[in-house]
């Protein structure tokens, strides 16, 4: 059932295509010829550009005085007529893809559905080609079967895409199917087939969706530079507006073809509007043309700037893969499954453009006229090496980890680039000296090295909370918030700041997180000989400290360890650290002596 409704849907899907080309021929039989013609004959000719849409060349017989307006000798000639009019071909494959899409929906049936359209299709097609045998150089069968295919293969992709993104029962076990196929012939990464396959697929269609696009920006352009050129080529046809209209049409059915002539023309290998032909951006050589309006946007050989068209394939492929490069699952891969799906992509972006630049390529008159359009196999290749140059460029670049490369530089050339290496700063630091005690890297582990002690306080400007690094001589280097302000230099000798050893009583700020805490000014103490105190808290018998003073060189060790406790938190007897018991604000502070 599923089967024969798709059949009907595609049958249908045939004769809307046919009344497009059909009815504009019935007009013009009926308005400007006055119903003089035979209506068979009227609907042969739209019947013959239908099928011409869908790959199927007609063949007929010029007149004396058509083969003169060619540029002919005054006799008869039989002409045929393969470049098709992509834009019903276009027509055809939307509502292909359409209808593959709605049958992703039912499963495995769905592939019944797709199979049941091209043969509806196909069969249309085939009724159409027997009743204007006569225009045609393939039999109707073969006609009818190319048809079908025309019809099928869209919609067949489009049912596999969504196969594959619903994650069907069917496709699931295919995938596993394949990958136990696989490992028993040995084929490494097996297990990580299915990403690669979609990443490669993902690139591959990024970038021709990004080629495509840069190729209807140069169209555009062609045209607007064109437009005297295709206004006087018009108006040297002298049509009444119905001959206008359709001759719009015609032009508007023909726009895929010069989109993928454009494509061409992009990768450097140009395309031919007949034999010894050339339009290339480096050089532009072309002889009689049909009186078409469109002939006039073919541009002109850009001659030694012609290597920018290129140029600006291999910036696509480089914007899509940096676009597409972001992705986390993209940045895990190693370099050569990168490396490796970028040029995967590359090459199925040229199959693919080979295949389009083959379905723009055709006669589309007698004689020179035979060949029109690229070389496929050209066209291709450069697109596949072009995009390939352009995505490998642009993965590299994505996975480049700026940070690292600022790191790797030399110590004088952050400040230059406008950053910061890791751990170090373009401001001036200064080192707190703090012999004999291993570094530590973060305020935690300043706060967990020692024992509480007796407090030695130091002056500075503003200590923010983070911007500690272990200096290369054992001691701590602390940068500053502000470049201006910077850390004095505790004297582990007399316990004071060493430039200010006179006078230490102003009021001090301390700064942590951008909120202020005022500190009491203290008077300067000497440095006292410490005990254990965390075994005289287990005692339950405090001892009584000695205040005496001692500041000989032994006492060196007790400054450093005070040093250390001086951004600690107090703890309890419980070891759980609390703020204190003061009305400040929360944060490091700095400790008064005997508390």
Not at 148 to 153: D, E, I, M
Not at 415 to 439: I, K, M, N, Y
Request: a negative charge; proline letters at 8%; hydrophobic letters at 50%.
């Amino acid at each position: 059932m599923t089967a024969v409704i798709a059949a009907i849907e595609a049958a249908a899907a045939a004769a809307l295509g046919l009344a497009i080309a059909v009815v504009p021929a019935l007009v013009l039989w009926a308005v400007t010829f006055g119903l003089a013609a035979e209506p068979s004959a009227v609907f042969a000719g739209g019947a013959a550009v239908w099928s011409l849409g869908h790959f199927a060349p007609l063949t007929f017989t010029l007149t004396p005085e058509l083969a003169l307006s060619f540029g002919l000798p005054a006799e008869a000639f039989t002409v045929v007529l393969s470049l098709a009019p992509l834009g019903l071909t276009l027509l055809t494959a939307l509502l292909a893809v359409r209808a593959g899409w709605r049958l992703g929906t039912r499963g495995g049936v769905g592939a019944a559905g797709v199979l049941g359209g091209a043969l509806g299709f196909g069969a249309a097609a085939g009724v159409v080609a027997a009743v204007i045998a006569q225009l045609l150089v393939w039999p109707p069968v073969l006609a009818g079967v190319v048809a079908g295919l025309v019809y099928g293969v869209p919609a067949g992709l489009s049912y596999l895409v969504r196969a594959a993104r619903d994650e069907h029962p069917w496709w699931r076990s295919t995938v596993r199917a394949l990958q136990r196929a696989l490992e028993q012939v040995g084929a490494p990464g097996v297990a990580a087939l299915p990403g690669r396959a979609a990443e490669v697929l993902r690139l591959a269609a990024g970038a021709l969706a990004g080629l495509l696009g840069l190729s209807g920006l140069a169209l555009a352009i062609a045209l607007f530079g064109g437009y005297g050129e295709i206004t006087a080529l018009t108006q040297h046809l002298q049509l009444d507006p119905l001959g206008s209209l359709l001759l719009f049409g015609a032009q508007l059915v023909l726009l895929p073809v010069a989109l993928l002539w454009g494509l061409a023309w992009l990768t450097g290998a140009g395309f031919a509007v007949g034999a010894g032909t050339s339009v290339t951006p480096f050089e532009t050589l072309l002889g009689p043309l049909p009186a078409l309006p469109l002939f006039g946007a073919i541009p002109q050989g850009w001659g030694a700037f012609g290597a920018l068209a290129p140029t600006l394939v291999v910036l696509v492929g480089i914007a899509v893969a940096v676009l597409l490069g972001q992705r986390a699952e993209t940045r895990r891969s190693s370099w050569a499954v990168a490396l490796g799906s970028a040029a995967g992509a590359a090459v199925l972006a040229g199959l693919v453009v080979t295949g389009l630049a083959a379905l723009a390529t055709g006669s589309i008159g007698p004689d020179r006229l035979a060949e029109a359009g690229p070389a496929p196999w050209l066209v291709g290749g450069l697109a596949a090496a072009e995009l390939g140059a352009g995505l490998l460029l642009g993965t590299a670049a994505s996975r480049v980890d700026a940070a690292r490369v600022r790191e790797l530089l030399p110590e004088g050339l952050p400040a230059a680039w406008g950053g910061e290496r890791e751990g170090h700063t373009a401001d001036a630091q200064e080192t707190v000296p703090l012999e004999g005690l291993a570094p530590v890297s973060t305020a935690t582990d300043l706060a967990d090295a020692a024992p509480e002690p007796d407090e030695v306080h130091a002056e500075v400007s503003e200590l923010p909370r983070v911007g500690v690094w272990p200096a290369d001589e054992g001691g701590l280097e602390l940068a500053p918030a502000d470049p201006d302000l910077a850390l004095a230099h505790l004297d582990p000798a007399a316990g004071v700041p060493a430039d200010s050893a006179e006078d230490s009583t102003p009021e001090h700020e301390l700064t942590y997180e951008h909120e202020t805490v005022p500190v009491e000014p203290v008077e300067p103490v000497e440095p006292v000989e410490l005990g254990d105190p965390y075994d005289q808290e287990a005692a339950g018998e405090p001892e009584e400290e000695d205040h005496s003073v001692s500041g000989g060189p032994e006492d060196d060790a007790n400054v450093e360890e005070a040093a250390l406790a001086a951004y600690a938190w107090d703890e309890n007897a419980t070891g759980e650290v609390t703020p204190p018991e003061t009305g400040r604000r929360p944060g490091w502070r700095l400790r008064g002596p005997g508390r």
